[in-house]
């Protein structure tokens, strides 16, 4: 699976963005967007189960002003990112899991393919 994230800039504090992600190649079972600010460790954000497009909601400090979605026709998953602040600052990663588990769980260490990532910087 080839991923390809787009949609990242510059926003000031209380702003939002759509992030894309746009899939190809062989087909996936689940499609995820992560984080990574400089220094700390990669975060979960979202993940969708491709199955029953169910969404789960990672315990990130983003929860609750992100919604994850994903349109099967344009095989592109979206991530609208809103109030922004400047902690959310991070290079966002869509990643996609090639096989087929019943255990997958909404961590890094479950996803086998990854997109280059896309910049998101909130400042003023």
């Known amino acids: 699976v080839q991923l390809q994230a787009s949609g990242g800039g510059l926003v000031q504090p209380g702003g939002s963005l759509r992030l894309s992600c746009t899939a190809s190649?062989?087909?996936?079972?689940?499609i995820a967007w992560f984080r990574q600010a400089p220094g700390k460790k990669r975060e979960a954000i979202s993940c969708i189960t491709v199955r029953d497009e169910s969404i789960e909601y990672a315990n990130s400090a983003a929860k609750g002003r992100v919604t994850a979605s994903r349109d099967n026709a344009k095989n592109t998953a979206y991530l609208d990112l809103n109030s922004l602040k400047p902690e959310d600052t991070a290079v966002y990663y869509c990643?996609?899991?090639?096989?087929?588990?019943?255990?997958?769980?909404?961590?890094?260490?479950?996803?086998?393919?990854w997109g280059q990532g896309t910049q998101v910087t909130v400042s003023s």
């Open positions: 990643a996609a899991r090639s096989y087929f588990t019943l255990f997958g769980a909404c961590v890094a260490e479950s996803f086998d393919e």
């Open positions: 190649g062989q087909d996936y079972y689940a």
